[in-house]
């Protein structure tokens, strides 16, 4: 209940908690709750518990080979984001930002010209994004591949220089880089990131401040990578 995130959205995660919501809630409701939820996914760092929820509709009508006629106005901007970049992930620039290349001037415009008008608008991004740079948010949605993760990392994954702790908190910025795409430094701060571990008690023991300083370094490189160089 003490994160920001959580306090914004207490309201609903309360009243989703009574049995008169789920007899009565609308299909909007039903999908507003559904937006909600998962971007609070993030906060269950350590255990999340799944369950399987099957629901009977009674068939209205048939037509063999006719695509079911969606409705945007229930499609949320993040998840008609999202399926943009599911479906056009070879496009030079995500392809760019998932492997942490630079984006060039024209890579930029691109995204915006994407993500402002064809997706939606820019009010509907601003309301979505909740103050995240454009290449942060679209970072987010496709991630970063696991090869240039892995490569930025390697030297900190040597058994005979980082102690088992120490390797298991890089182990733990690579997930989190692949599925988040950027990490910004306060976020470690959190006591559930790294089992109520402090980077301090890690990094701070073995004379290992120094390699903590390049390890801050390169995730920065990445976050770096992930929004637009002052003009």
Not at 65 to 91: C, H, I, M, Q, T
Not at 99 to 114: A, V
Not at 214 to 221: C, R
Request: proline share 3%.
């Amino acid at each position: 209940g003490t994160l920001p995130d959580v306090l914004r959205s207490i309201k609903t995660i309360c009243r989703i908690q009574e049995d008169d919501f789920w007899e009565n809630a609308t299909l909007q409701e039903l999908d507003d709750v559904r937006q909600t939820i998962r971007e609070l996914m993030y906060c269950l760092k350590n255990e999340i518990k799944t369950r399987v929820i099957n629901i009977t509709d009674t068939v209205l009508f048939e037509r063999e080979g006719a695509p079911f006629p969606g409705d945007p106005a229930l499609e949320s901007y993040y998840r008609r984001a999202n399926r943009y970049v599911e479906e056009n992930g070879d496009k030079p620039s995500l392809q760019k930002l998932k492997n942490n290349q630079r984006l060039s001037g024209e890579d930029w415009k691109e995204l915006e010209r994407i993500f402002w008008n064809e997706v939606g608008t820019k009010d509907e991004y601003d309301k979505a994004a909740e103050g995240l740079t454009l290449g942060c948010f679209v970072r987010g949605l496709t991630g970063l591949s696991p090869e240039a993760v892995n490569a930025a990392f390697s030297e900190f994954l040597d058994a005979a220089l980082y102690s088992e702790e120490q390797i298991a908190m890089v182990h733990c910025i690579v997930d989190w880089l692949k599925s988040h795409g950027t990490l910004p430094l306060e976020e470690m701060r959190d006591e559930d990131f790294f089992n109520g571990l402090s980077v301090s008690e890690v990094w701070g023991r073995d004379n290992k401040v120094v390699a903590w300083g390049k390890l801050k370094e390169t995730i920065q490189s990445f976050n770096a990578n992930a929004d637009r160089p002052a003009a």
